[in-house]
């Protein structure tokens, strides 16, 4: 299968695979965005579906409302004894595993310590009945970062049986910010793969030993050098059972957030040397069968919420109801977009789009509905009772305990009559642009400017729809008929 990368231009962030058969399947970070942690399934390692996801809800009450930078960071996945195995800390709550024997149902949650500062966990499930696992440190959390603590787990993998012992330190080695390693036996010998140096500009290293607690032995196995793939690093090794080795990682796009894309492995030598030479490629073949799969951002509800929606907080089912066809949004009270968990994004799969979306308000007083693009200063096109707003919302961070402060902006209004209107909402380059029709009407009518999108927690921008109550009531609502992405 000839690809060009990257192969995915969604925001799969700190991306990991696993291959069952011919089947693979590839999981990402969802920091606050829920049903979260999702599963991705492939056949080529070029074109994906989404699946599921790992994470339902997150058992705690303080998602139940965004939680912006927090949440699921960097999971790994692995298939063991029948299982598929999910590993991920969130970085105040501790350590999770979720189990599921169909990666595409329902997955079991295991909360297996409670701790707080642990980032990034990989599993592995030697050939001698025995579990070990890695992990990082967050240094916002518990103080230190960049080493790595490697521990032993009972063997079905939901209990830490010691203290850990370090692993690697980075300041050993002149490498910084080391963290989400996957750890692998190959061979006869332990290998943890990490990223290390940062997100944008950062590299790939392989680490090797004689034993899990190491000493282990280093090289950097890819780095930028001469390409335009700033920071190649964090992501998954997978063999593809015909001989072939690949990597799938990251490369920060910035508002486009992280995009995926996939590296050839040669390991000649006896260490992986990834891409060309230890660069990134552009292109390649993996040699598989091409696979029939697409990522959509379209959806008519016609069999309910699509599979590519996510909340903003834990899933209310109070927040909405299927028409199939159709989606009914109800106005539930926030004091703004960024704190409004019933805001439904996804991922954008393109760099250029326009986003269509069909509204009927039913509301009363201080209700809106409209589309939007999350970031840290975002921008929304709402209607309300006899008007059209383009507002922009600016967060100030404040602290992790702390709701981030939001002031919101009226940007442009302009009269509008009736409960009906089809918004348009278009991406171009790392800029947003607004526009409003009636439904019997053919052109599309601007509104406000240009507007430049930014990043969110951790992710890149989010487009999404929206309805919510701005004077603390409840009662109204918003029926979407279709969202249209081309």
Known sequence: MRYTNPILQGDYSDPDVVRVGEDFYMIASSFTYLPGIPVLHSRDLVHWETIGYAARRLPFAHYDRPA????????SIRHHDGLFYVYVCLPDEGLFAFTAADPAGEWECHHVLDVCGWIDPCPLFDDDGRAW??????????GINNILYVHEMSPDGLRILDKGRLAYSGE?????????????????HYWILCPAGGVTEGYQLA????????????????????????????????????????????QDAGVYGRITHLQPVDWSDGWPVMGWNGEPVSEGDTG????????????????GLGIQW????????????????GLRLYAFPAESLFHAGQFLSQLMQKRR???????????????????????????????????????????AEVNRWTPERVEETVLASRPWEGDGVIFRLRVEDGVASFFCRAAEEAEWQPVGGPCAMTCGGWTGARPGIFCLNQMGQEGGWADVEWVRVE
Not at 133 to 142: K, Q, T
Not at 215 to 242: C, F, K, M, S
Request: hydrophobic share 35%.
């Open 353 to 395: 789009f326009n986003m269509d979306v069909s509204f009927h308000l039913h509301g009363q007083a201080g209700d809106i509905c409209g589309v939007g693009v999350m970031g840290y200063t975002y921008h929304y096109l709402a209607l309300t009772a006899g008007e059209i707003r383009l507002v922009r919302g600016e967060a």
């Open 133 to 142: 696992l890695i992990h990082g440190f967050a240094a916002s959390r518990c």
């Open 172 to 188: 050993d080695h002149g490498d910084t910010t080391v963290e989400g390693p996957k750890f692998y036996k190959r061979n006869g």
């Open 207 to 250: 680490l090797r030993a004689p034993g899990p607690f190491g000493p282990y032995e280093r090289r950097v196995v890819l780095r930028q050098g001469n390409t335009a793939v700033n920071g190649p690093h964090q992501g998954g090794w997978i063999d593809d059972g015909r001989g072939g080795d690949w990597f799938i990682h990251f």
């Open 68 to 75: 912006h930078k927090r949440g699921t960071w960097a999971p």
């Open 288 to 303: 598989l069968p091409a696979f029939e799969a697409s990522i959509s951002m379209s959806d008519d509800f016609a069999s």
């Open 310 to 325: 996510q909340w903003q907080a834990n899933p209310n089912a109070a927040w909405y109801r299927a028409l199939k066809p």
